[in-house]
């Protein structure tokens, strides 16, 4: 018993570090564009704190998708990209029109850069995953090759 809560553990964990890292990717992304884009007016750690936080929603959302995906044999890199893309696209949009943003336009022209930052973000977190699988168990290599296409 105490075998398998500690392998639990261990799997959590590593789940955890995967949304970790997919999640600081897409916020240090998205923070970026749009520094970048409204200029240096905004606090750049503002705009990455924000962006976390946007990332845990649309993450909370994409994890029930995506074990549905794993589930039907569909987990691969494209797969995760398009999820992210399309689950951060589409949050964005519907939380940008929700909220009132005066004189800053958070879209800036389209939500494209925004989900394209998700994609990367999507990537990241299935690409640490993989990695961490593969000290998990032992023919996880196998599975990899399997789902990568």
């Not at 018993?1 to 590593?14: K, P, T, W």
């Not at 564009?33 to 409204?38: A, G, T």
């Not at 990899?144 to 296409?149: C, Q, V, Y």
């Amino acid at each position: 018993m105490a075998e398998s809560l500690a392998r639990f553990g261990r799997v959590i964990g590593q789940v955890a570090l995967s949304l970790a890292a997919g999640i600081a990717t897409g916020a240090l992304l998205a923070a970026g564009y749009i520094h970048s884009s409204l200029g240096p007016g905004l606090v750049f750690e503002g705009l990455v704190e924000v962006s976390l936080f946007y990332g845990l929603a649309i993450a909370a959302f994409c994890v029930p998708l995506w074990l549905m995906l794993a589930r039907l044999g569909r987990d691969s890199a494209s797969a995760a990209a398009a999820l992210g893309f399309v689950a951060t696209a589409v949050f964005v949009s519907l939380t940008y029109a929700a909220g009132s943003h005066d004189r800053i336009a958070l879209m800036t022209y389209t939500a494209l850069p925004y989900g394209l930052c998700g994609a990367v973000a999507a990537l990241v977190t299935w690409w640490v995953g993989r990695r961490l699988r593969r000290g998990r168990t032992p023919d996880a290599t196998a599975s990899d090759a399997d789902s990568a296409g």
